[in-house]
């Protein structure tokens, strides 16, 4: 059974920093790509940011781009991203996913997700 678990969510002030981590288990971890998406209240579901199977290559959405950064360290089966100079519009639900082989930035691509964890930026 495949079970991807977000922690690090919370409450931070503006300009603040947060690092969420995914951990994976019940799948084939190297063979499988772990990404970060979020959805807001009344909108959908975005893609954040995106890492290889390797870490050697890391992509972003423009929203965040400097600000956020994706890693993986596949001895331990874990995903982080952490987030420096946080904006209230990041406050989000943040989810990551799995699937095998490629990334995608379309949710729809994907076949595992974590429950999500709640990050709540304040002015």
């Known amino acids: 059974q495949v079970q991807l678990v977000e922690s690090g969510g919370g409450l931070v002030q503006a300009g603040g920093s947060l690092r969420l981590s995914c951990a994976a288990s019940?799948?084939?971890?190297?063979?499988?790509?772990i990404n970060w998406f979020r959805q807001a209240p009344g909108k959908d579901r975005e893609f954040v940011a995106a890492i290889t199977r390797s870490g050697g290559t890391t992509y972003y959405a423009d929203f965040v781009k400097g600000r956020f950064t994706i890693s993986r360290d596949n001895a331990k089966n874990t995903v982080y991203l952490q987030m420096n100079s946080l904006k209230p519009e990041d406050t989000a639900v943040y989810y990551c996913?799995?699937?095998?082989?490629?990334?995608?930035?379309?949710?729809?691509?994907?076949?595992?997700w974590g429950q999500g964890t709640q990050v709540t930026v304040s002015s």
């Open positions: 019940g799948l084939a971890f190297r063979n499988h790509v």
């Open positions: 996913a799995a699937r095998p082989w490629t990334s995608n930035s379309d949710p729809a691509a994907y076949d595992y």
